[in-house]
């Protein structure tokens, strides 16, 4: 039943898009009427923007409220389309693909809100995107966006063939460290400024003969490692599918037999809920099972105050293949190819606001969840002194456990490190580890699982994913 209402819908939203295009005549976005006067007090005055969004996922309707009383005369709606995870934050899947083909039946009949929370469109598909606007004709537009306040590699990461449809407000991206308690493997790891996954099997392989008994990383099975180096088979920019190689098939296999027990990951994700992976005794866990450990972007304020007796040294941010820090998308809106010039700027205005730092007091009390990236630069360093710094004093001179132990360094070069660290992460290149349409990620889920529970092999798994992929990319 899910196909035929997924195969209804494709085939409904391809004959609105030919009727779209068709009546559209193919414009291009950069021919866009972007004229407004700006030098009236409130350019947007009598306008209104609907926002489409989901319970709990970010309180747009503070900032919403703030705006409106700061540009009287201009209407904010927020359309609540209802609750999408639980209070783990744990996806809803029945609630997800209900509330994404409600608003995919508005996008297709006109209806939809102006702007809409990137969770509730799977935009990644360029069938979608259709009816989506482009974001990079808007910010040239408009006189207050200024590319230098903003990670625009991290911009470039969500754009495909040049086009943005998703605006990014928030990332996350992991950290590596090594075991210490592994001879040499400290050192060898310091030999890198960052790390792909490609080089922490290179080291596997060299330090594994004596530690057979061990695993790769605490992150470690077959879907998280095809995901970490997804580009190096996929590039949807240039529609390459290479998944039917040798390289690929040796890949999986690997993945497959280097993947721990289900017992030793039951035991790793009851630490991780419970201690957030920091307490000494869970690190002696991950030292007797691991040589890596993956440490969440949350550890950001937390990584240059090593402990002495922290066994997992030197965090390394994760990149791919090509130096590109690994990194997905916390938080992000898309724009109703149905708005007017005036709405589009006016969204790009709200979300202009909406990272603004300015208003220190209603940034702390709707902030982003704890452990995001903000993508506006200013907001990052705010991020900075208003939330890292604080938990660097902890560290030294609050009522934390970690006090009890001698630090590695002092307050003062922890607080250089850190802000050497965020320079360095907003320079890097990025790339969108979730770039991929939800139909292939779908695809990739099904073929993958069934070659990890050994239903088909590995050259079956690459041959599959090949065909498979290749006619979705055809269809899109």
Aim: net charge negative; charged share 20%.
């Amino acid at each position: 039943m899910k196909n035929l209402i997924r195969i209804i819908f494709c085939l409904s939203l391809a004959a609105v898009i030919a009727f779209c295009l068709a009546a559209c005549g193919g414009d291009d976005a950069s021919e866009t009427d972007f004229t407004i006067d700006w030098s009236t007090e409130n350019p947007f005055y009598g306008e209104t923007l609907t926002i489409g969004t989901t319970q709990g996922f970010f309180n747009e309707e503070a900032f919403a409220r703030t705006y409106m009383r700061a540009n009287p005369g201009t209407t904010i709606e927020i359309i609540n389309y209802g609750q999408i995870s639980d209070h783990r934050g744990m996806p809803i899947a029945a609630n997800i693909e209900a509330i994404t083909a409600r608003v995919g039946m508005q996008m297709m009949t006109g209806t939809a809100p102006t702007l809409l929370t990137g969770v509730l469109v799977d935009y990644r598909n360029l069938n979608t995107a259709l009816l989506l606007t482009d974001w990079a004709p808007i910010m040239e537009a408009h006189p207050g966006f200024y590319e230098d306040e903003w990670d625009m590699n991290f911009f470039e990461a969500m754009s495909v063939n040049g086009q943005m449809f998703a605006f990014p407000a928030t990332y996350s991206f992991n950290y590596i460290v090594a075991n210490s308690q592994v001879p040499g493997l400290v050192e060898a790891f310091s030999q890198y400024d960052s790390i792909s996954l490609w080089d922490m099997v290179e080291l596997y392989e060299q330090f594994a003969p004596q530690y057979r008994s061990m695993y790769l990383f605490s992150e470690m099975d077959i879907f998280y490692v095809v995901w970490s180096v997804l580009h190096d088979f996929l590039d949807l920019q240039s529609d390459v599918v290479d998944f039917d190689n040798q390289a690929f098939i040796d890949l999986i296999t690997w993945a497959r037999d280097n993947t721990p027990p289900r017992e030793i990951r039951r035991h790793l994700q009851v630490l991780h809920t419970e201690d957030r992976g920091n307490t000494h005794g869970a690190e002696l866990f991950f030292s007797q099972h691991y040589l890596f450990r993956t440490i969440p972007v949350y550890f950001f304020e937390y990584f240059p105050v090593l402990e002495s007796d922290t066994i997992f040294l030197n965090p390394l941010p994760v990149v791919n293949a090509n130096g590109d820090l690994v990194a997905w998308v916390n938080r992000e809106y898309v724009l109703n190819a149905g708005a007017t010039p005036i709405q589009q700027l006016l969204a790009l205005d709200f979300m202009m606001f909406m990272n603004n730092p300015d208003d220190v007091t209603m940034w702390l009390a709707h902030r982003d969840y704890y452990g995001n990236i903000p993508t506006n630069n200013p907001k990052l360093q705010f991020t900075a002194e208003t939330t890292f710094l604080n938990m660097i004093n902890q560290y030294f001179t609050g009522p934390s456990a970690h006090t009890q132990h001698q630090m590695a360094v002092s307050r003062e070069e922890a607080v250089v490190m850190l802000y050497e660290e965020m320079a360095r992460i907003r320079e890097m290149p990025k790339a969108d580890s979730r770039f991929a349409p939800q139909m292939i990620r779908d695809t990739l889920s099904e073929i993958l699982g069934q070659f990890q529970d050994g239903l088909i092999t590995a050259e079956q798994a690459a041959q599959d994913l090949q065909n498979r992929l290749t006619l979705i990319l055809m269809e899109m």
